[in-house]
Nanobody
């Protein structure tokens, strides 16, 4: 069984940075393709960044150059940091993992970028 719990969302002003964390409950070493996604109001869910099978990180176009994902196996967490946030970054941010062909998603954490 895998459970993913995101935290760290809230209100952020334009130009500021955010730091989100995903706590992973379950055997972290059996979970693949871990990553962050987001869904803005009225839009489809999109990739922020995820680990590839070779262990590299692939970032989505909207996050390239601004996002950094770090996986800490000892702490069973997947962190996301993003810089220079803008109103269009307002979204619910989700953590996702894949185990034995089954997708697991957290409930998401809301990030609102506004003055």
């Amino acid at each position: 069984q895998v459970q993913l719990v995101e935290s760290g969302g809230g209100l952020v002003q334009p130009g500021e940075s955010l730091s989100l964390s995903c706590k992973i409950f379950g055997n972290i070493f059996s979970i693949n393709a871990m990553g962050w996604y987001r869904q803005a109001p009225g839009k489809q869910r999109e990739l922020v960044g995820r680990f590839t099978p070779l262990g590299r990180i692939y970032y989505g176009d909207s996050a390239k150059g601004r996002a950094t994902i770090h996986r800490d196996n000892a702490k069973s967490v997947l962190d996301l940091q993003m810089t220079n946030l803008q109103p269009e970054d307002t979204a619910v941010y989700y953590c996702r993992g894949l185990k034995d062909g089954v997708e697991y998603w957290g409930n998401g954490t809301l990030v609102t970028v506004s003055l």
